[in-house]
Antibody, heavy 116, light 107 residues
Framework: QVQLKESGPGLVQPSQTLSLTCTVSGFSLTSYDVHWVRQPPGKGLEWMGGIWGDGSTAYNSALKSRLSISRDTSKSQVFLKMNSLQTEDTAIYFC??????????WGQGVMVTVSS | DTVMTQSPASMSTSVGERVTVNCKASQSVGTVVAWFQQKPGQSPKRLIYLATNRHTGVPDRFTGSGFGRDFTLTISNVEAEDLAVYYCLQYDSIPWTFGGGTKLELK
């Protein structure tokens, strides 16, 4: 069945780089787009960026200078890297699937705290 | 960036009532809008895509409507399990943007 699962460090120090992995199963990354969405504690959702089935990427302009999304199709993994982390980057980070304008499955999310 | 202004921020309702959540885009997004439901401690759940299309398995009491700049999610005959936060999302122009959310509570 279709699954997406985020993984990564729960705690990152300010100014450091965040690295997250979204491991998917039940579908091919070349057929579906995968996007990252984050949610600060008690707040709303923010689209961060995504990688399309053809490998192209797009980013939220507010994060573009710090954010990189890539993938390894052989491992069914999508990667998020964001540098220069600040306390306001503390959030739950979700990966989610999209194809043909249809959003469907989401991962459970991973909580990332930026603190020294 | 396209701003999605969602209203109301919160609303109280009773089981069996009809509620409406609104999203207004700062520029036309056609019908490229989705609606999600999020319960505490859970990831968002898909409800509606392309403004009016209900996902498989979503109860037909959930209806999406709208085109251009104005979009609505209507929940008819609210059930207790519908108490959650609802978000709209425009995915017509990058950066894709969410509305601020509407918290549906029980009176």
């Amino acid at each position: 069945q279709v699954q997406l699962k985020e993984s990564g460090p729960g705690l990152v120090q300010p100014s450091q780089t965040l690295s997250l992995t979204c491991t998917v199963s039940g579908f091919s990354l070349t057929s579906y787009d995968v996007h990252w969405v984050r949610q600060p504690p008690g707040k709303g959702l923010e689209w961060m960026g995504g990688i399309w089935g053809d490998g192209s990427t797009a980013y939220n302009s507010a994060l573009k200078s710090r954010l990189s999304i890539s993938r390894d199709t052989s491992k069914s993994q999508v990667f998020l890297k964001m540098n220069s982390l600040q306390t306001e980057d503390t959030a739950i980070y979700f990966c989610t699937r999209l194809r043909a304008a249809i959003w469907d499955y989401w991962g459970q999310g991973v909580m990332v705290t930026v603190s020294s | 960036d396209t701003v999605m202004t969602q209203s109301p921020a919160s609303m109280s309702t009773s089981v069996g009532e009809r509620v409406t959540v609104n999203c207004k885009a700062s520029q036309s997004v056609g019908t490229v809008v989705a609606w999600f439901q999020q319960k505490p401690g859970q990831s968002p759940k898909r409800l509606i895509y392309l403004a009016t299309n209900r996902h498989t398995g979503v109860p037909d009491r959930f209806t999406g409507s709208g085109f251009g700049r104005d979009f609505t999610l209507t929940i008819s005959n609210v059930e207790a399990e519908d108490l959650a936060v609802y978000y709209c999302l425009q995915y017509d122009s990058i950066p894709w943007t969410f509305g601020g959310g509407t918290k549906l509570e029980l009176k």
